[in-house]
């Protein structure tokens, strides 16, 4: 995971002189909590753009009615941009300041996994003219990673095509990803080494959505980012599909017109409209019911489950038959005690990041995985068992396990454990998997006609080895904390995600009665598998 540290080392390559920075400007009547600096550039000699300008006055405004003080520079050179970044560094150290949004639209391109936005002025025909003539987007984030206890907003529409014409071609298309350290969020208009689209309107695709979007009053910029990313995949066909990278502690906002934290009472309302809203969509093939569902409930607690749904639509949509041969089918995976582990993904050679992976699952008929439970308190061993799939269906989202004992939807997320019988999938698996991600899970659990409600607050906070009998994975760590309403008990539950693997390596679940008095106590671990293909 990216820390602040990491953050500094990015300052390496930057002369000392640069890091001297004059004071910036504050008009006295502005937000002094509340700052902001703007590019947009349109104006390269060889690959000119048409919108970054107006994308540009568009956040400008934006912010500006949002109350922060903006600096915002048109055509910069690399000079103007240096300087201005500089005196932004000054500005944010400054202890008044709390909430700090960075924006740039323009040619972006990146180099050994740094990414460098590119001035007007640049004249690039050559690798080593790119490091020297283009500002690297390490001295911005730099000065970020000096600044303590602030919350930062990056936005980058910077992944045009061809950012130096016919002149030079980078070896790579598109920014590199960087994880989110601590406090921040960083937005970008596409995903890794895509490019974006400058929009045949007056803004760019991303940035019209972005602004209409951020717009909302008392919408958490997540939200309005998760809704932003539905828009453009959907203008785009798919074709540019924006993302983001976030550690942000706390919900934050542009306009938070006295929004308050939401009663128990509120709380339950809005869980109640959105499994209502599930329970009418949940066999739809409608693209738009899911693109209605995702767009009003963005954070909600099928949200995941509904990315997914609407990427296969889409994908079903969009596919066409095939004469040509296809390749042989993948081998199978076998994990046991002892059996070497197969490259199941591949890792992030990026030194900033974690990578992004989809979840990967494709579970098949006869695939199975062998698991043994222990108590966590006491260390014993209190049972083996067996998940074997033995039906799937599609159509249904549906996949059975020993002939229906246990039963989950194609994600893995749980619907049924025995006796234990959830009103909707519990999503506990996300759609991809990245550092910093987060989302919620809320349910309704029926034993024996018994109903207890509760919900989940999950995340995942890094990658890293675990080990249990099966071998030892790289694996995405996720945490998630909760509560059951119902009974009034304390949800602890950690686990690790291997992209492609239809099971979970490892998992801990822990409950406590609201006096601490623990009520459950598991572990369960892999011990061995056995699976006929990986999704995609």
Wanted: with cysteine; charged share 25%; glycine share 6%.
């Amino acid at each position: 995971m990216t820390t602040r540290r990491r953050f500094l080392q990015t300052l390496a390559a930057i002369p000392p002189s640069l890091l001297v920075s004059p004071s910036w400007s504050v008009p006295a009547t502005a937000d002094s909590s509340r700052l902001a600096l703007v590019f947009g550039n349109s104006a390269y000699r060889d690959a000119p753009l048409t919108n970054p300008g107006n994308d540009a006055r568009a956040m400008s405004s934006l912010l500006n009615q949002a109350g922060f003080t903006v600096d915002s520079h048109l055509d910069a050179t690399r000079t103007g941009m240096i300087a201005a970044i500089e005196k932004f560094g000054a500005a944010i150290q400054r202890p008044e300041t709390k909430q700090v949004v960075f924006y740039y639209a323009g040619h972006g391109v990146q180099l050994d996994w740094r990414n460098y936005l590119l001035p007007v002025d640049a004249v690039v025909e050559k690798t080593d003219q790119l490091k020297q003539r283009c500002v690297d987007l390490g001295l911005l984030l730099g000065q970020l990673g000096k600044a303590k206890d602030k919350t930062f907003i990056i936005i980058l529409d910077a992944c045009r095509n061809n950012p130096f014409g016919r002149v030079y071609k980078p070896q790579r298309k598109g920014l590199s990803q960087f994880d989110a350290p601590v406090g921040s969020l960083l937005a970008y208009a596409t995903a890794p080494g895509n490019v974006a689209s400058d929009g045949s309107g007056k803004n760019g695709l991303y940035t019209e959505n972005l602004v209409r979007e951020l717009s909302q009053r008392n919408t958490r910029i997540e939200d309005a980012l998760k809704r932003v990313r539905l828009n453009v995949r959907l203008s785009s066909s798919s074709e540019q599909i924006p993302w983001e990278t976030t550690s942000l502690e706390s919900d934050v906002y542009l306009f938070n017109e006295g929004q308050k934290k939401l009663s128990d009472d509120e709380l339950e309302k809005l869980i109640e409209a959105d499994i209502s809203e599930w329970n009418r969509i949940k066999s739809s093939r409608n693209i738009e019911d899911w693109v209605a569902y995702l767009r009003k409930f963005p954070n909600g607690r099928f949200a995941e489950i509904g990315q997914v749904r609407l990427a296969r639509l889409l994908e079903d949509k969009t596919k066409t038959v095939s004469t040509t041969a296809t390749s042989s089918p993948p081998k199978p995976i076998e994990l046991a005690a002892g059996t070497p582990i197969p490259e199941l993904f591949r890792p992030s050679d990026n030194p900033y990041s974690a990578g992004y992976y989809p979840l990967g699952r494709k579970f098949t008929m006869g695939d199975k995985a062998y698991f043994k439970q222990t108590d966590i308190l006491s260390g014993a061993e209190t049972r083996s068992y067996m998940l074997n799939v033995t039906r799937v269906n599609l159509e249904a989202d549906r996949i059975e396990f020993n002939l229906g004992v246990v039963v989950t939807d194609l994600m893995g997320n749980m619907v049924k454990w025995g006796k234990k019988i959830f009103e909707a999938p519990i999503q506990f698996s996300p759609s991809d998997l990245q550092v910093g991600k987060k989302w919620t899970a809320a349910y309704s659990l029926n034993i024996n006609n018994r109903i207890s409600n509760g919900y989940y607050d999950l995340h995942i906070v890094r990658k890293e080895k675990v080990t249990v009998p099966a071998g030892e994975f790289e694996a995405f760590r996720v945490e998630g904390r909760g509560w059951n309403k119902s009974y009034g008990s304390q949800l602890e539950t950690t686990y690790w995600l291997v992209p492609g693997l239809n099971f979970e390596v490892k998992r801990e679940y822990i409950s406590r009665k609201s006096d601490g008095n623990y009520i459950d106590a598991e572990r369960h671990e892999l011990v061995a598998l056995w699976q006929a293909a990986v999704g995609t």
